[in-house]
């Protein structure tokens, strides 16, 4: 047994995975259902490291030092749970089973309880970055116990991607499910940075008048200042990208359904579940849907609605500035609300997750990372109680700033017929926020009107109800 690490499942992930341990000095097991994906791998990459090729289930466990560490690489769901039926019983207390897939986190909670009764230790691994972050350091968010910790992460951290500043991306997130729990946010704030883009992209395009050509410029300038990060980097690559068969710009000649895995309406439903407002994240995984539905989309193409009339020079970049203020200020607002999501979902199952950590671990690798990240993690570090990152004074300064700009863009589009459900999602949760009074009021009155629900009142503790239906009269509930 010479391999300190072993992966199983050798698709595109699994073997750049596997690529990447070997390529920092690991000795690494791989092993794959088919056989002839394992020989394959071990041909074209041997070059790389030292591998170790198992053929069966029995000689790719013996292969492994112990406690043994071995990365599960298959699809999430049944796929994952039949690999660990199989391997479970070839392992010993102590040893160490990382899922590095996409998993639900209530499926890692379950898998790590059933493996720990046998004193396995089931560690679910979020790890971020696509196929080249995995190859040359993705962004890795571990779960499982402390202990499985000690004995993983210092391979992670090498093997991880380093922020500007040389920090591995990557650290002990909590235990059991707080890995892909924070993967899963990860992608639902994903989902919302590209809505967001899109909607600039949409607003450029429509309002401004600018080609592809111009917006690929224009996001370029842009990554040069305070939105600078990958997703706005490659936005620019796409749009400048010229379809070789037609001649076309590539993004008018892809069909406008955008699809999607499930873990950004993970992100939704466990907000929902956990009554954390996530609007901006949900309408970006609703735009996806909508975009989806051509058969109702072919039907109401006939719908009343205002014809944009392009603005042109000076007013065209005008505009377009202000859609810099309104992309700014509906990020930071995608950010607050996927925070919030993380640090209730780590008061709900009691993960002590460190939101300056999380923040730290996603600045390099993962497919949001950006500058911005590097503040983030610098408020929750100042404030680790911060009630939410609006209240951090240098983001409400930068979101108070953008305002006005952002309003005006929302009213422009809403005036232009142009949807941004995420830019107006976004706002509407900011102006909540700012709220003196909300009509919740009403709604609790309404609610004591047909099921005597209750309220409470500002002037007096306690509960009361209103005879509605009687002499109006107020009772203590
Ligand atoms: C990442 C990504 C990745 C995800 C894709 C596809 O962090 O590397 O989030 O894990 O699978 O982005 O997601 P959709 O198919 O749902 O868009």
């Not at 041909?43 to 289930?57: I, L, W, Y």
């Not at 592809?212 to 796409?238: C, H, K, M, Q």
């Not at 710009?249 to 956990?274: H, I, S, Y």
Request: net charge negative.
């Amino acid at each position: 047994s010479t391999a300190q690490i072993g992966v199983t499942g050798l698709a595109v992930m699994g073997s750049n995975l596997a690529r990447n341990f070997a390529r920092n000095g690991f000795t690494v097991a791989v092993h794959n259902r088919t056989a002839a994906k394992t020989r394959a791998l071990v041909e074209e990459f041997g070059h790389e490291g030292d591998f170790v090729a198992a053929e069966s289930a029995k000689e790719f466990v013996d292969a492994l030092e112990r406690p043994r560490r071995l990365i599960v690489m298959v699809k999430a769901g049944e796929p994952t749970d039949a690999v660990i039926r199989e391997f479970a019983p070839l392992l010993e207390p102590g040893d160490v089973v990382i899922d590095g897939g996409n998993a639900h986190f209530e499926d890692t909670r379950r898998r790590e309880r059933e493996l720990r009764e046998r004193g396995i230790h089931f560690v679910g691994v979020g790890i971020s970055g696509g196929e080249e972050g995995a190859l040359l350091g993705p962004s890795i968010m571990p779960g499982g116990s402390p202990e499985s910790y000690d004995a993983l992460g210092p391979m992670l951290e090498r093997i991880a991607a380093k922020a500007a500043d040389g920090t591995p991306c990557t650290s002990h997130v909590g235990p059991d499910g707080a890995g892909h729990f924070v993967k899963m946010v990860h992608n639902g704030i994903e989902y919302a940075d590209m809505q967001l883009i899109a909607e600039a992209y949409h607003l450029l395009r429509e309002v401004a008048g600018y080609s592809p050509a111009r917006i690929a410029e224009t996001f370029r300038e842009w990554n040069r200042g305070r939105l600078d990060s990958y997703l706005i980097e490659i936005t620019a690559e796409v749009l400048a990208h010229v379809d070789a068969a037609t001649g076309k710009p590539f993004v008018d000649v892809v069909a406008d359904a955008a699809e999607q895995k499930g873990t950004g309406r993970w992100t939704v439903q466990t907000a929902m579940d956990l009554g954390v407002p996530v609007s901006g994240i949900a309408e970006a995984v609703f735009a996806r849907a909508v975009s989806g539905h051509a058969g109702l989309r072919a039907a109401s193409r006939g719908l009343a609605g205002p014809s944009a009339q392009p603005l042109e020079g000076e007013a065209a970049d005008a505009f377009a500035a202000k859609v810099e203020q309104a992309l700014y200020a509906s990020k930071i607002v995608s950010y607050t609300q996927g925070f919030h999501q993380i640090r209730a979902g780590s008061e709900e199952y009691g993960w002590g997750i460190d939101l300056g950590a999380v923040a730290s671990l996603w600045r390099g690798g993962c497919i949001i990372r950006a500058a911005f990240l590097d503040r983030i993690r610098a408020a929750y570090d100042a404030r680790p109680d911060l009630p939410g990152l609006l209240a951090d004074t240098g983001f409400a300064q930068e979101i108070g700033a953008a305002q006005d700009d952002w309003r005006a863009v929302v009213a422009a589009a809403v005036a232009g017929g142009i949807p941004v459900p995420a830019f107006a999602a976004s706002l509407a949760y900011y102006d909540a926020l700012r709220a003196e009074r909300l009509p919740a009021a009403l709604t609790q009155g309404q609610r004591d009107f047909f099921g005597a629900h209750t309220y409470r009142r500002t002037d007096r503790e306690g509960s009361f109800h209103t005879l509605w239906s009687g002499d109006r009269t107020e009772a203590t509930a």
